[in-house]
């Protein structure tokens, strides 16, 4: 199983907070790289949050000092935490996986495994 599977997703009040979870199954290694991105309706896809194998982390201004990428290799699992939300962070939420390093990490086409996308809906 190569696709990565996102959970955590729902309904919270602006200023709430939750933590989206990326499960990946047949390994137990890091890969190059691991990323979240959003898509709003209407809205293109965007980056929101990477990870590298080094565990260097890349953020979008938009949620820089509010959402947290980390890991836990124990369970082969990639975090996204997410507090001080905001009714603009309303989106689908993905995990992406890259098989090889990421030259930027922010740009989707970097990425070969998606996951089915979780929603996050965040009322005022």
């Known amino acids: 199983q190569l696709q990565p599977v996102e959970s955590g997703g729902g309904l919270v009040q602006t200023g709430g907070s939750l933590r989206l979870s990326c499960a990946r199954s047949?390994?137990?290694?890091?890969?190059?790289?691991m990323g979240w991105f959003r898509q709003a309706p209407g809205k293109e896809r965007e980056f929101v949050a990477a990870?590298?194998?080094?565990?260097?982390?890349y953020y979008a201004d938009s949620v820089k000092g509010r959402f947290t990428i980390s890991r836990d290799d124990a369970k082969n699992t990639v975090y996204l935490q997410m507090n001080s939300l905001k009714p603009e962070d309303t989106a689908v939420y993905f995990c992406?996986?890259?098989?090889?390093?990421?030259?930027?990490?922010?740009?989707?086409?970097?990425?070969?495994?998606w996951g089915q996308g979780t929603q996050v809906t965040v009322s005022s």
């Open positions: 992406a996986s890259a098989t090889r390093t990421p030259s930027t990490y922010k740009d989707s086409s970097e990425y070969t495994y």
């Open positions: 047949g390994r137990d290694l890091r890969l190059p790289g």
């Open positions: 990870l590298s194998w080094s565990d260097n982390t």
